[in-house]
């Protein structure tokens, strides 16, 4: 019994191999998430910081400079409970008692959302439908376990969790070289 493929199947599977192609070569590189120097500028967030513990940061990326991991608590000032929007990791390569809020030397490591006031990319943010995230994520590498959708982007791994139909949290992470 001999195997056939229709035109149509023949068509998407180039397409597929295609997409993978770009994919290894870079071509799909969707750059930085979010410029996070600019995410603790916005009006409407208010933060607290601290450093993470030896534990806390065992799974992160060490850059060289590396100093110590930073998080700061993403808070919404206009509301009364000051709900957390989420948080941000960095990594600092300066000494914890030089740090401070205002700079131009923290490297990006994680940013984890709770709320839909702020995106990543430009594209996606918590409350976006599965369809919508699968659209954006569609070219890179993906798959589906339980309440989660996780993504490899360019340089940086993605988990949705999701709710439903609709994403509830969402968590970038530099993956390392």
């Not at 023949?10 to 979010?34: F, H, T, Y």
């Not at 000032?77 to 030397?105: C, F, H, M």
């Not at 340089?155 to 968590?171: Q, R």
Request: hydrophobic share 40%.
């Amino acid at each position: 019994m001999a195997c056939s493929a229709t035109v149509k199947e023949k068509e998407a599977s180039q397409r597929d191999i295609e997409k993978g192609e770009a994919v290894k070569a870079g071509e799909l590189e969707l750059g930085e998430p979010i410029d996070f120097f600019q995410l603790k500028k916005l009006p409407f967030i208010s933060t607290t910081s601290g450093v993470l513990s030896q534990t806390e940061s065992k799974d992160f990326c060490t850059p060289t400079d590396h100093q110590f991991f930073g998080q700061y608590f993403l808070l919404d000032r206009a509301d009364e409970q000051s709900e957390i929007l989420g948080k941000l990791i960095v990594s600092v390569p300066k000494r914890v008692k030089i740090w401070t809020y205002e700079n131009d030397y923290e490297s990006f490591v994680q940013l984890e959302l709770e709320s839909n006031k702020v995106s990543l990319w430009n594209k996606i943010r918590v409350g976006i439908s599965d369809t919508e995230l699968m659209n954006f994520i569609e070219p890179y590498f993906s798959y589906k376990a339980g309440a989660y959708v996780y993504s490899w982007l360019g340089g940086y791994a993605l988990a949705a969790e999701m709710e439903g139909t609709a994403v509830k949290k969402l968590i970038v992470t530099k993956i390392c070289n």
